[in-house]
């Protein structure tokens, strides 16, 4: 009504005036609100990993609560994880999206040329920073961006890296229940504004313990594999008691699957060289052979063509598509076990039933991967991805900005629900996903053309006002300026 009100030879502009500042106004002034309202309140990112978790084992006995994270949210069928498939490799790739020639945790046992050190899983040389600091993991980056990590377990988290820890995590205890791992990290997210962490990750040793002692194809891994469902089961049920089920992104995956192996299936490499010739670096079914000064063409001659169960590679000729070449933690010779046999020097070594850590590719190799939560698609069953693709898909739920990284979000971004919600509000800032880019972009594009139109606007009425044509330009500029108006207020 207020239009009429005006007299007519300044209703141009009024327009004019109503145009600025409906271009200008709402999207902008919501734009910093939101901006506003996202520091304070970030998007919210559980990862859970359940140590050798194969891809298949949720179709061996019911396993109702990863069907109904199926039901609610995401699954993915092949997840094709990285070389060498292995525990600690691919912990590290998760939360770095780097191969492991890139992110320097070569394998669970390392021996590094230049520092003259050996890295064991198994000893405290896992707390010697050196070993991690070729990449920085994301609880790191998350924390340098203004958030806060905490994390229960995960390999590499009760690690100074790059001067930090998680802002709360567990020393490694493989004692501590389940129970009490997921109690901790449902204090930590509920804590108030301000301490709660947006970032938590999560580590439990089975069913790797178990696969490699039963091997995966002993009819008692059943009940542990319903175990696992029971566990999830109790993270959701804490999740939800807590009220943190609807507002906490929750991703469970796993490193690696397992294979099933046979006593009749052992390369013993004392019966092909004598073990003065080398020293054994990490543990089968890939193992690195540091020939000894001025040895390597002879043991690599005694190798090659060993055992027809047994692949051997020199260093420089190890496939590209592994990723696994170009770290001085790699050694000089990879020996890798055709999937079902076990490398050792002789017979007298311990033997497991069921291992990992082959071929990437192989289907046994491979581990689960579901995922529900408010930045997830509801019902959608993925057909592949690569774990390296798992981080920048947290960088963009966590909205933060990923380092350089060999994954891509291209690849999983159909995994994301398509409108932004209200739990991921910053992630507008770094999306790729075109609807929520369009978003993110349209207050300036709209300012750019209100100015553009208002200025064009200016010109004409100063010439026609200039040229005394009053009459003609109230109504010309009546029909020029409304539909103008309205494709501007669509953007
Ligand atoms: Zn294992």
Redesign the pocket.
């Known amino acids: 009504m207020l239009i009429y009100m005006i007299p007519g030879g300044c209703r141009p502009l009024f327009y004019l005036l109503a145009m600025v500042l409906t271009l200008v106004s709402p999207h902008t002034l919501n734009h910093h609100e939101h901006q506003d309202h996202s520091e304070k309140e970030r998007p919210k990112l559980l990862l859970v990993s359940f ?2 978790f194969r891809w298949d084992y949720i179709y061996r006995v019911p396993t109702p609560n990863f069907r109904s994270i199926m039901d609610e949210g995401v699954k993915v069928e092949f997840v094709e994880n990285i070389y060498i498939t ?2 600690y490799p691919n912990h590290y790739s998760m939360v770095t999206g780097l191969y492991a020639e890139m992110h320097g945790i070569v394998a669970n046992e390392m021996y590094d040329p230049a520092l003259n050190l050996s890295f064991s899983m198994e000893t405290d040389s896992v707390y010697d920073s050196r070993w991690w600091e070729q990449a920085v993991p994301l609880w790191v980056t998350v924390q340098k961006d203004g958030g806060r990590s905490g994390a229960a377990m995960w390999p590499g988290s009760d690690v100074l890296i790059h001067g930090m820890f998680p802002t709360q995590y567990l020393q490694y205890n493989a004692s501590v229940s389940f129970e009490t791992r997921v109690q901790q990290i449902i204090e930590w997210f509920s804590a108030p504004k301000g301490e709660a962490v947006d970032f938590g990750i999560l580590y439990w040793e089975e069913p ?2 178990s ?2 002692n039963l091997g995966p194809q002993s009819p008692l891994m059943d009940a542990i594999i319903a175990g696992i469902d029971e566990k999830l089961g109790f993270l959701m049920n804490e999740l939800k008691k807590s009220g943190l089920y609807e507002k906490v992104n929750l991703i469970v995956t796993s490193d ?1 699957g ?1 294979a099933q192996l046979s006593p009749e299936k052992i390369i013993e490499l004392d019966q092909y060289l004598d073990r003065d010739l080398y020293t054994w670096v990490d543990k089968s079914p890939v193992v690195g052979i540091l020939p000894k000064e001025g040895k390597f063409d002879e043991v690599y001659g005694l190798l090659a063509d060993a055992n027809p169960n047994l692949v051997v590679y020199r260093k420089d000729d190890i496939p590209e598509h592994f990723h696994y070449q170009h770290n001085v933690r790699i050694m000089p010779i990879l020996l890798e076990a055709k999937e079902g046999w076990t490398i050792m020097q002789n017979r007298t070594g311990l033997f497991m039933l069921g ?2 850590g082959y071929n990437n590719t192989l289907r046994d190799m491979q581990p689960i991967f579901v995922a529900r939560g408010p930045a997830f698609r509801q019902n959608y069953v993925k057909t592949s991805m690569r774990s390296v693709d798992l981080y920048p898909l947290m960088c963009h739920i966590l909205a933060i900005r990923p380092l350089p990284n060999n994954g891509s979000l291209l690849n999983v971004q159909d995994l994301l629900s398509l409108e932004p919600t209200t739990s991921t509000p910053i992630s507008t800032h770094f999306t790729v996903p075109p609807k929520i880019h369009r978003y993110s972009y349209a207050p300036v594009v709209g300012s750019f053309i209100g100015v553009v139109m208002v200025l064009g606007f200016l010109v004409v009425y100063v010439i026609l006002v200039t040229l005394k044509q009053r009459p003609a330009l109230k109504h010309r500029s009546w029909e020029m300026s409304q539909p103008l108006l309205q494709e501007d207020l669509h953007l």
């Open positions: 140590d050798g292995k525990t790797d313990e696969g490699h690696h397992m291992n990992h």
